[in-house]
């Protein structure tokens, strides 16, 4: 049974989670070790039903022997916690490499990428378009033959800029042939929201409901997440994704944006009040899986990381310190399992210094609250750093209580 076919079918969202195979191609290496405990992780966002929500691509086996036992060890040690998948290009002989990669494994597929716009093709494999999409159809009959418990998918790269009427008619071969699903890809990540829609809606307009469409949207210019919902508004339920949003060049939606929004805005952007999951993710897993994917790549996560990014939860200044909730859109408690945290800046206030110190085990007066206010402000432009750390304020604070003991 296709259970990532059946979830698409039944109105429920796939993550296919691409850090590990195409983060690679953002100059970053997942050691086999981790990429099985990454694709674990991520399954259980969804618990038992992680295989019917989330399809892991382990890697590209064709790269190396390294590789491919990378992809190996991932399909024999990861299955039941996801659908693991092999990505290979349009070669019989990859396609090959690829099954026998995953082979074995439950819920495993290949991914196998076709070009579809006709500048593509003739760099791919030097022929038009209809002849590499009718290739396409002929490598998804040739890997149900080689093992029919593995399931084919078939990638359309640079579909952003292909003729949609040519690719209804070869997505409906393709799955007549076999495939599962028929991956459109913004190879380039050049679209914009409304073309990505439209693309969707008449490529699905051509092809029967039996024609299980996917997306695989690039971010070069910052629209992968906005595209991916237009995908989703149109009414594809397999979409692509990545921790961090790393992939190529400027990488693609970050899985933990995607999954956070669906969760809370599900009816907004799938335009239907159907549940899309069999069951919710449990988005307290998200940071932790991120600073994990982030430790692991020596990709930063920043301030400023939507949802994950060290800026959650933290505040630095007076009236967000005094009502939190009406300066941030959730409860980053209640949502994310975040705690929250003060930082002293440049802009403390009087409060924040106060509950800073209290922390610390000191209780201000106001005469000291002043005057740590103002060695908090002095010191951040001295040293040209916002945040003053805990163990520099304490110092400060056990200094001006001494000095005042001594003084009185």
């Given amino acids: 049974m296709d259970v990532v076919r059946q979830s698409a079918q039944a109105g429920r969202v796939v993550v296919w989670e691409e850090s590990a195979r195409d983060g690679a191609q953002a100059k970053t290496l997942m050691t086999p070790r981790f990429r099985v405990r990454l694709a674990q992780e991520t399954g259980r966002v969804f618990g038992e039903d992680g295989p019917r929500h989330v399809v892991f691509a382990a890697g590209f086996p064709a790269v190396c022997d390294e590789e491919f036992e990378a ?42 990428v076709v070009p579809a716009s006709e500048a593509m093709a003739q760099v791919m494999v030097h022929k038009t378009a209809e002849e590499a999409l009718r290739g396409g159809v002929e490598l998804a009959e040739a890997a149900r033959a080689l093992d029919d418990t593995v399931a084919v998918d078939i990638c359309l790269a640079d579909a952003s800029r292909a003729d949609t009427s040519l690719m ?51 971010n070069d210019l910052g629209l992968g997440l906005a595209n991916t919902l237009q995908a989703l508004a149109a009414g594809t339920r397999v979409v692509s994704s990545s921790w961090l949003g790393i ?66 939860g933290t505040i630095s200044t007076g009236t967000p310190f005094v009502h939190p909730q009406l300066f941030q859109p ?5 949502v994310l399992g975040i705690q929250p945290k003060i930082l002293l800046t440049q802009l403390a ?60």
């Fill in 71 to 112: 992809v190996r060890q991932v399909a024999a040690e990861a299955e039941g916690t996801v659908s693991v998948a092999a990505v290979c290009r349009g070669a019989l002989r990859d396609v090959e490499q690829a099954v026998a990669s995953v082979r074995g494994s439950r819920h495993a597929r290949v991914m196998v």
């Fill in 168 to 218: 209804s008619d070869y997505a409906q071969a393709m799955t007549d042939a076999g495939a599962g699903l028929v991956i459109l890809a913004d190879t380039v990540g050049a679209q914009l929201p409304g073309a990505c829609h439209d693309m969707f809606a008449a490529v699905r307009a051509g092809t029967d409901e039996d024609v299980v469409l996917a997306s695989h949207l690039h």
């Fill in 247 to 312: 992939a190529e060049r400027a990488g693609m939606v970050a899985t933990e944006q995607l999954l956070f929004l669906l969760a809370r805005h599900a009816e907004e952007f799938l335009k239907t009040d159907a549940t899309p999951w069999w069951t919710a993710p449990d988005l307290t897993r998200l940071p932790a899986i991120a600073r994990m994917v982030s430790e692991e790549t020596e990709v930063p996560i920043s301030v400023t990381t939507p949802i994950v990014g060290t800026g959650v």
């Fill in 330 to 334: 959730y409860d980053p408690t209640q």
């Fill in 349 to 408: 206030s009087a409060r924040v210094i106060t509950a800073a110190a209290d922390r610390l085990g000191h209780r201000l007066d106001k005469e000291q609250t002043r005057a740590a206010m103002s060695w908090v402000k002095t010191r951040a432009f001295r040293t040209g750093r916002a945040v003053v750390d805990d163990a520099a304020f304490a110092d400060f604070l056990d200094g001006l209580v001494h000095t005042q003991r001594v003084g009185a």
